[in-house]
């Protein structure tokens, strides 16, 4: 019996004790966001520093200004290569409570459609996910006695927050967290039996635009007609991001955004995607953004200009006749390929100024930036990776993109010069940040067995 | 020493004492937009009737779906005129409140540049100029025992929510209410120093829009560039109904709307009107509107769109990646001559619907709509009563137009064909509808002293 194939049963024998360790994880209330919970975010990066020191890592916990990281390191075969992977400790938050079925820290196991199920906050975003990692690499060095690559572990615990600590801590500690490779563990399956990797996210670029007219309030009967209305001006501002076929029309703003490969494109139709079902699950009939575009490309390669928030004037119930003084709206752009975020805020910000009459004014607040990721579709580890889930579940590995932003993938490219795959087991109905969040007990299984594999494959 | 001297004299005499009932009123909340607010908006009726009682007239409370009315009666001497007195005891919101000085609900004198003020929500709409005339009638009942015309009063607790009793009420008590003609106060004077009647007044019509597109708030990574953004949509409505030169765009918008005469437009021209200060006052520079009309033509006779509200997506501090299921905007036309406040509002639906996408839908909430109104210019009573106010101030009275609306002007006409004569007391700069509402004392003490003159001369 191969070494792997040694591993992947010991991960199959161990599978009642994973599931307790996991749940002792999960009882933890680590919510980032709240302060309330400081001691417990600790308390779950020292029980995965013990979890990780027992199997054999060298792990420990490492105080930041906010909650500690957890770093470990494990040795591997000579000349094997060196994956540094990455998850997260802390959790979202549990409002609204009274919509959970079952306490939010006590880890529930339901049966559904015959499919067994862990239900608690942090099942699938990033504890279960995490920890189907760290028994891989447990039942690798039960064993075998060791780990097919040299591994080093980064776990942090203020995803859920922004991670406010992690630019600085991946500065300080950049020798010693630098590998060949990232395995990031915080994305979803294609559907429930077909894996992924995703190989791009699109970045982000964030800003807030508040356009100053009259230096206060004015009643419409008797300035209206006569007094700039700084919601007329945000409005055309707003709507002036979009031509008719619903490009952005800002300057410069496709700069670095290349067409997506026609293999590739060949591969996303081949992969049953239905922009009818995806738009019917939200109420919506028609693709509302670029003309001639898939749904798949809308969403995962082409950049967008979305208005998150608009207000200005009376807002609340009833009706007040009034030319406010000022209006605001907040406006992200998604970005791919080689867009520079900064770029982009500037050219937005002469489309602002373009629009703005002579007599107002426009002041803006930052919000976040980071361009976006993409993996070369042809680099060796990807291609070594996807023929190892494919084994696992006995379907071709989907090699997808996501709509999101992923900051640490960024980071890690930016920081440390290191490309990540990012392979996760988690389903779009997991509910993560909502009420009733839940892990397959098939995700948390395969997954391990996935990465018993994954490790195996970047080894040879 | 003449009747009417007398009563002018009480006026004087009463001074402190009126101030310290219009502060009594001042300081009920009676905002009526806000059904919190439904027992404040009583409790004001109430102390209008207790106080008309006091006097001598006949007052009651009288119940409507909303907030009740004040209808008051005196006799006045044979063969005299009959009037009636119209003024509203609501008043607007308080919001922003952190931008008030004082408490909004505590009135408060302040003198600035040797001038005292009444600081206060409602000081000037449009408590303290309905005080005006209840204190001139006090001084004439306690000077002469009488009026010098038969008086009517009607004070509504509607006027800044869209007055959705008003026409029925007029409708069921025509014969109560129907005078000689209506004196409504809730204007303002030319300038500082300059009494002034209005004669024109723009109608209007007011709606909120609200776009519906996906059934819940997306996440914009997920969906952003294929799911419809409604704030997107709304903006392109929004900036869609005007055109480069600032016409409205509705279809048939300005049927009805005629050219100022020219012997009008002359008065006007010789009102030594600056539209540089009028702009400047408000931070402003440039008028806004239609291009190649003078700032008085702008907002005394040519009608106007303006979105008063705009709200969606995520407003508070930060930012939230939402696309949200819907955005809502309030928008209100101001109207003159003849245009249709009905035909106005079913274009603007026709112009949302156009552009409405098709998996989209919207609703609408219906406000205030009032046609606009036209005094002849050769009225006598409007002569006498510009002599008389000519008098009080030691200026010639200005004949005017008004921007705002004040429906109950159409309401008088169409139900009771009666016409109105408004006069008021009001100042550009009282920040009506803003924080720090302030009406000067001066116009309280000689706004009483107009009204004792005016319903003398109206009896001559």
Redesign the interface.
């Known amino acids: 019996m191969s070494k792997l194939d040694q591993a992947l049963e010991a991960v199959d024998a161990n599978l009642d004790g994973s599931l307790e360790r996991l749940f002792e994880l999960l009882r933890i209330e680590s919510i980032s966001t709240d302060p309330a919970y400081k001691d417990q975010c600790s308390a779950a990066g020292q029980y995965l520093v013990d979890a990780l020191n027992e199997i054999g890592f060298d792990a420990s916990l490492r105080l930041t200004p906010g909650h500690p990281m957890v770093v470990a390191h494990h040795d591997g075969p000579e000349g094997a290569p060196h994956v540094l992977f990455y998850g997260h400790y802390d959790v979202q938050p549990v409002d609204p409570i009274e919509l959970w079925d079952t306490p939010p820290f006590e880890p529930t196991i339901k049966e559904v459609n015959g499919a067994k199920r862990v239900y608690c906050r942090g099942s699938s975003d990033d504890k279960g996910q995490l920890m189907t990692f760290v028994e891989a690499c447990r039942a690798w060095k039960q064993t075998s006695g060791g780990l097919p690559c040299r591994v080093s572990i980064l776990f942090e615990g203020e995803e859920e927050s922004g991670s406010p600590s992690l630019d600085r801590f991946l500065k300080e500690n950049a020798d010693e967290l630098k590998a060949d490779i990232a395995l990031v563990c915080d994305t979803s399956m294609w559907d429930a039996d077909t894996p992924a990797i995703t190989t791009a996210l699109?970045g982000?670029a964030?800003e807030?635009v508040i356009i100053h007219?009259?230096?206060?309030?004015?009643?419409?009967?008797?300035?209206?007609?006569?007094?700039?209305?700084p919601?007329?001006i945000?409005?055309?501002i707003?709507?002036?991001?979009?031509d008719e076929s619903g490009r952005v029309t800002l300057e410069g703003f496709y700069d670095g955004v290349e067409e997506v490969p026609d293999d590739i494109k060949k591969q996303w139709a081949g992969l049953g995607f239905s922009?009818q079902d995806?738009?019917g699950a939200?109420?919506?009939?028609?693709?509302?953004?670029?003309a001639n575009r898939s749904?798949l490309e809308?969403?995962w390669a082409?950049?967008?200009a979305?208005?998150?928030?608009?207000?200005?004037?009376?807002?609340?119930?009833?009706?007040?006749?009034?030319?406010?003084a000022q209006?605001?709206?907040?406006v992200?752009f998604?970005l791919v390929g080689k867009q520079d975020p900064h770029k982009v805020i500037e050219a937005f910000h002469k489309h602002v100024e373009a629009m703005l009459?002579?007599?107002?004014s426009v002041s803006y607040i930052g919000?976040?930036r980071g361009p976006a990721t993409q993996l070369d579709y042809n680099m060796p580890e990807l291609k070594k990776a996807a023929a190892a889930l494919t084994e696992e579940w006995g379907k071709d590995a989907a090699i997808i993109a996501?709509?999101?932003?992923i900051p640490i993938v960024g980071d890690f490219q930016r920081e440390l010069g290191m490309a990540s795959l990012m392979i996760g087991y988690a389903l779009a109905d997991d509910a993560i940040h909502s009420p009733n969040e839940k892990y397959e007990l098939k995700s948390f299984h395969k997954g391990a067995r996935s990465w018993a594999r994954v490790l195996s494959a970047l080894a040879d």
């Open positions: 699109r982000m964030s807030e007219a009259a230096n206060r309030d004015l009643h419409s009967g008797y300035y209206g007609g006569a007094a700039q209305n919601i007329h945000i409005s055309r707003m709507s002036a991001l979009h922009a995806f738009l939200i109420g919506l009939s028609m693709p509302s953004g670029e749904v809308q969403t082409r950049p967008t979305e208005v998150n928030g608009i207000t200005g004037g009376y807002t609340g119930d009833g009706f007040k006749t009034v030319i406010p209006a605001s709206a907040k992200s998604r009459p002579e007599d107002c919000h976040g996501g709509g999101g932003s």
